[in-house]
């Protein structure tokens, strides 16, 4: 039993590496470059099969490195079994400089904790021992992953908030799923240092779940995207859109690789919304398509005439405009709030050049053509 539960983790996961792998090489095809972090949810799928395959050389040749190494082992575990979840948490979007910084408080946190670790386990044993070093390498892994998970979902959670009008379900759901990922592998810990092993056992298969599922659903959403819909036509709301005419010309365009880039910017942009977080960017934008800041660039310059703040702000101003119709005795800070604008100066200087006027002469307007 205790073979084949290691047996077939070894096998799943190494499978649900090479259906990532699979995935990545889908989307190469289409010119549509992974991003960092899923090239790390990848390696650290690896690595939990690497993990297992070496738990099952060491049970089949009977060494009882396991045995002595027993809460270390389960340690380390939980805590590589962790790292595509944090993997999953990282790829949310606008968080590139939070990311950053926290990456430089956990390696320094590390550093700092696997010092600590060594330092306590000589003053408690009395002595020095070569099987500290493995001991203390994990017990600071585990305690950075916690450091470093807790920051992270905050983040997320800040950020949420920001975009709390964009896909409001899929996000509570996917904010259940963290936090009960987060409180299992919390548990485990615990009880693991207290030698109880069943909430580690739980976690272990809940994760595994959780990936699963997780893969599948890139998987099916990128055939989706490039076979079913390939030929579909891109539903656009506002017909008056310069990129709407663009879409129409597209086909005659020698760059073809940037047209698609286009066409799923827009069909991102027109579905969720973005824009309205005013900390929306281009490594945001590249990583939700597929793609990345070189593509983004020239496919926006060369089909939509535009560079990626004017394009953004034009979505933004089009959006206060439509929501100051539904509320005209909106205030221009309210304006600025909803439509993602940084700024009250942001609005004014979006609406001078798409509109060629500020956006109080604006107002003003429409409440008189409304009169």
């Not at 575990?77 to 948490?89: A, D, F, G, K, Q």
Request: charged letters at 15%.
């Amino acid at each position: 039993m205790y073979f084949s539960s290691n047996l077939m983790a070894a096998i799943v996961y190494f499978a649900a590496s090479f259906t990532l792998l699979a995935a990545v090489n889908i989307k190469r095809i289409f010119h549509y470059y992974p991003s960092r972090i899923m090239r790390y949810l990848l390696y650290s799928l690896c690595l939990l099969g690497v993990t297992y395959c070496v738990r099952l050389f060491m049970i089949y040749k009977g060494t009882n490195l396991l045995f002595l190494y027993k809460k270390e082992d389960y340690f380390l575990r939980i805590t590589l079994s962790r790292l595509p979840y944090l993997c999953i948490m990282a790829s949310s979007e606008g968080l590139k400089e939070a990311k950053k910084i926290l990456l430089k408080k956990s390696t320094f946190l590390f550093i700092s904790a696997f010092l600590l670790f060594l330092v306590v386990n000589r003053m408690v044993s009395k002595g020095f021992s070569l099987h500290f070093f493995p001991s203390s390498v994990v017990y600071a892994l585990a305690f950075t992953s916690i450091y470093f998970g807790v920051k992270l979902f905050r983040a997320i959670g800040m950020n949420m908030r920001l975009q709390h009008n964009i896909c409001r379900d899929e996000k509570k759901s996917y904010r259940k799923i963290l936090v009960l990922l987060w409180l299992m592998s919390l548990t485990a810990y615990i009880f693991v240092y207290f030698n109880i092993y069943i909430p580690a056992h739980l976690f272990f298969i809940a994760s595994f779940v959780v990936y699963l599922l997780f893969l599948v659903a890139i998987f099916s959403k990128i055939i989706t995207r490039h076979t079913v819909g390939a030929g579909a036509e891109i539903f656009i709301s506002d017909k008056s859109n310069p990129a709407w005419d663009t879409l129409q010309k597209a086909n005659d365009s020698v760059n073809y690789v940037h047209y698609n880039v286009y066409r799923s910017i827009i069909q991102y942009v027109e579905t969720e919304e973005p824009y309205k977080c005013p900390y929306f960017s281009r490594q945001d934008l590249a990583a939700a398509i597929g793609s990345n800041i070189t593509y983004v660039s020239r496919a926006l310059n060369q089909h939509a005439k535009m560079s990626f703040k004017q394009f953004v702000n034009y979505y933004r101003v089009r959006f206060a405009k439509e929501y100051f119709k539904q509320f005209p005795h909106s205030r221009l800070i309210e304006l600025c709030n909803v439509a993602g604008f940084s700024s009250l100066s942001s609005l004014n200087q979006a609406f001078q050049l798409n509109e060629g006027m500020p956006p109080g002469e604006w107002c003003k307007k429409q409440k008189t053509n409304n009169d």
